[in-house]
């Protein structure tokens, strides 16, 4: 049975000599190669969603690969798709080098210039541990068909839109419909879910952001369990704290949690960082919420040309939810998604505070009454992107446009 061999990295020329001598390799089967790891990653992602054994043998990265670094994509690649063999192309083959690539998660690593001798030594070794791990596994397609939980970031198009609310009932929904969910906050200075939920904790997300191994009893020591059932993951009490988590241990979190959780809701506030920009690139949904009005559409426009300018997210691949929406606001759901561009969400949220203010005040947000329109509206929103099964009778508002763009095939 021939060897399939996906290689990935972001110089063509490179790339096209891997490609050529890997074609020259016995019994190999290279597949078009992916210039980036978003591709990769969704890539991977659909073949997963159909059967493990749709998966190549063995991946190939290029170290000249991006926007995520080579050893991080790697890691998330070992941890996503544990069946599936990694081999980093790399010009620096130091013993430092080779042990950040193992413990990232590589099966070998092949130095610049290729040499056809090495290079095909590395891949049959590699292709042979994928192929015994499969034979092990037996009914793997069982145990690794999934390719990990749902995540999905809920972002402000500037502060106060009602970014926390939604992101808090969305991760009920999802909870109440019977999927473990995580609700991670990564607001990371001005982060309210703790307040929202009337809890007093000790550990957060920095807890988590300098350890490159996040073992599930790290894990389980680092969250909040909520009387609602959900894993919180919240924001560090000393705003200043939050520069320690970095876009790395972002990703490294998340992924952490993906791998098992079947839902993740990312609370990213109004303010991008570093971390935040992980979250939204990596999401499978990425929402932005506004109000509608002329600031904060200006605010969700800014917000999603900053994103494509920087490569996080792509307009099309954003979702813009309207909140506090009202049938005779000037600004209406189809103008907000003429003006920037994105998906729009069908479901709008309707501007009715007064339904809220008694459990924001006293932040129990999880107890807002179920005949309140603007949860209904919130859980009719999970029930659109797929978190939970959306309720008869649920709140619909007047947005019209398509469902949101979802990264990977469910």
């Known amino acids: 049975m021939p060897t399939r ?34 591709q990769l990653v969704d890539g991977l992602a659909r073949l997963a969603a ?15 690969i991006g926007p995520v670094p080579a050893l991080e994509l790697i890691r998330e690649v070992a941890l996503r798709f544990p069946a599936v ?13 080779f042990a950040a690539a193992m413990d990232s998660g590589a099966r070998g690593l092949v130095a610049l210039p290729l040499s056809y001798e090495e290079l095909a030594s590395r891949v ?45 009932q969305l991760a009920l929904a999802a909870q109440a419909s019977g999927r473990p969910t995580a609700l991670v906050d990564l607001d990371l200075q001005a982060g309210d879910i703790a307040s929202y939920l009337d809890i007093q904790f000790r550990r ?26 959900l894993v919180l993951l919240l924001a560090p009490a000393e705003g200043e704290r939050g520069e320690e988590v970095t876009d790395r241990a972002a990703r490294q979190i998340i992924s952490a949690l993906r791998s098992r959780y079947e839902v993740v ?26 109000t509608p009005d002329v600031i904060a559409v200006r605010g969700a426009k800014r917000t999603v040309r900053m994103w494509d300018r920087l490569q996080i997210r792509k307009a099309e ?52 009454d179920s005949r309140s329109t603007v949860k209904q ?22 947005g019209r446009g398509p469902v949101g763009f979802r990264r990977r095939k469910e």
């Not at 190999?28 to 190669?33: G, I, R």
Request: charged share 20%.
């Open 204 to 229: 957060s997300v920095v807890d988590l952001a300098a350890i490159t191994d996040i073992s599930p009893r790290v894990l389980a020591d680092a969250v909040f369990r909520h009387d609602s059932g």
């Open 265 to 290: 809701v990312v609370d990213c506030g109004a303010q991008l960082s570093g971390a935040g920009a992980a979250a939204v690139e990596m999401a499978d949904t990425a929402l932005l919420l506004t």
């Open 377 to 398: 509206a919130l859980w009719a929103l999970a029930g659109e992107l797929g978190l939970a099964k959306a309720a008869e009778g649920t709140h619909r508002g007047g």
């Open 124 to 168: 049959q070794a590699v292709a042979q541990w994928s192929t015994g791990v499969r034979r092990h596994l037996g009914h793997g397609a069982d145990v690794f068909g999934g390719v990990g939980g749902t995540v999905v970031t809920v972002s402000g198009a500037k502060g106060g839109v009602g970014a926390t609310l939604t992101a808090v």
């Open 85 to 97: 063999g990694v081999i980093l192309v790399t010009t620096d083959a130091s013993p430092g080098l």
């Open 50 to 64: 159909e059967s493990v054994d749709e998966l190549p043998e063995v991946v190939v990265v290029h170290e000249r």
């Open 317 to 368: 691949e954003t979702t813009v939810v309207v909140n506090r929406h009202t049938r005779s606001a000037e600004i209406q759901p189809a103008l907000v998604q003429r003006i920037t561009g994105t998906a729009l969400a069908r479901t709008t949220v309707p501007a009715h505070f007064k339904e809220l203010q008694a459990v924001v005040d006293a932040g129990r947000v999880h107890e807002l």
């Open 5 to 38: 061999i996906l290689p990935a990295g972001a110089d063509p020329d490179a790339v096209r000599s891997l490609v050529t001598l890997l074609s020259q390799l016995p019994d190999a089967e290279p597949q078009p190669p992916v210039a980036d790891s978003t």
